[in-house]
């Protein structure tokens, strides 16, 4: 009779290492599945802001060293005169890779045509933030050129 108390011990041992390790393999806190979610997050997060004109939030979305060298105040004002290019650009997230507290998200620009291009994220004080997008130096940045859609 003890011996079964004993395997029912080790069934449930083994039970809950199987358990971990799943969880780990799957993407337990911490991991790369959970943080390309984050990840793929902050850029819809970007989006949204985005299409709601609410620039400060696409501005707070930069890592520290963008927002080191444009400040808020000079972000918004560029952003809102070129809102109605921004807006016109649709965009999808596409792959997320993460490596340690970096990665890139693939990002599908669509108007009419579709195009690609990787935007680079960092972990910085426990979330997920842009380092810099394509065309943007200092504060200065590049309108996105919408695709003219083709008619048939």
Excluded at 34 to 54: K, L, M, P, Y
Excluded at 126 to 141: P, R, Y
Aim: aromatic residues 10%; charged residues 20%.
């Amino acid at each position: 009779m003890r011996r079964y108390p004993s395997l029912a011990a080790i069934l449930v041992l083994a039970f809950a290492i199987a358990v971990q390790a799943l969880a780990c393999g799957s993407g337990g806190d911490g991991h790369p599945t959970d943080d390309a979610a984050r990840v793929r997050g902050a850029a819809e997060t970007i989006r949204a802001a985005i299409q709601s004109d609410d620039w400060e939030t696409v501005y707070r979305s930069f890592a520290d060293a963008f927002r080191a060298r444009c400040t808020e105040a000079d972000f918004v004002a560029g952003a809102t005169e070129r809102a109605a290019a921004f807006k016109a650009v649709k965009f999808d997230v596409g792959e997320v890779v993460v490596e340690g507290d970096s990665a890139t998200a693939t990002i599908i620009y669509s108007n009419g045509a579709q195009t690609a291009e990787q935007w680079p994220f960092v972990r910085e004080h426990g979330q997920w933030h842009l380092l810099s997008a394509t065309g943007i130096e200092g504060c200065g940045f590049v309108t996105p050129t919408p695709t003219p859609a083709s008619t048939p």
